[in-house]
């Protein structure tokens, strides 16, 4: 079955979807490297600030849903977008309930979050690839790898020194993933307005 996607029948619809998603994915991903920054001074102890902003990175990520989710057309893809939202916040809740015990149970749900959460982002990776938004190739291997790390995340969680100073790689791994996208995606508009004129 092919992933493309039909072109759009509004031009202008799907121009301001891609300005949209343009903003949104160059805000998520400076928003990530920002985080991966703080919280690699502050993952040594699992104290009230790293608790603090383990609950934020996941947030950050329900926020952005919720934005994608309203600047999407109906249809599967829109679905996945609320899909991801919910999950992100519940994964923030349940964090911070893991951050109350120790570095592990942290690292089992952050790895949890990640698989299911990389997976969608696959899906809307997959959903999004055709002329109007690029191929996708950031978003689609930033999902495969967060679906890959989440699983050596809960690996790790089992052994005798989990750490989570992986988290800010992940986070950083994350943000260059967007910033890239919404760089294509600022190529895209180039490209298809200079066919234009």
Do not use: C
């Not at 829109?78 to 999950?87: D, E, I, K, P, S």
């Not at 989990?162 to 895209?188: I, M, R």
């Amino acid at each position: 079955m092919s992933t493309q996607t039909s072109p759009p029948a509004n031009p202008a619809a799907a121009t301001g979807e891609r300005d949209s998603l343009l903003r949104l994915y160059l805000s998520r991903g400076v928003l990530a490297v920002a985080w991966a920054l703080a919280f690699a001074g502050a993952h040594e102890d699992l104290d009230a600030v790293a608790i603090t902003l383990l609950v934020v990175y996941p947030l950050i990520d329900a926020v952005s849903s919720l934005i994608d989710h309203r600047a999407t057309p109906n249809g599967a893809e829109r679905r996945v977008t609320a899909f991801n939202g919910v999950l992100s916040t519940l994964a923030a809740l349940a964090i911070g309930i893991a951050g109350a015990r120790d570095e592990a149970a942290v690292l089992h749900v952050f790895g949890a979050w990640a698989i299911v959460s990389g997976a969608a982002q696959v899906v809307v990776g997959l959903r999004r690839r055709g002329p109007e938004l690029g191929k996708q190739w950031p978003t689609l291997i930033s999902g495969g790898l967060s679906f890959l790390v989440g699983i050596t995340y809960n690996v790790q969680a089992t052994g005798d020194h989990p750490s989570l100073g992986v988290l800010s790689v992940y986070a950083t791994g994350g943000g260059v993933g967007f910033v890239l996208q919404a760089l294509l995606l600022g190529w895209k508009s180039r490209q298809l307005r200079a066919r234009a004129v």
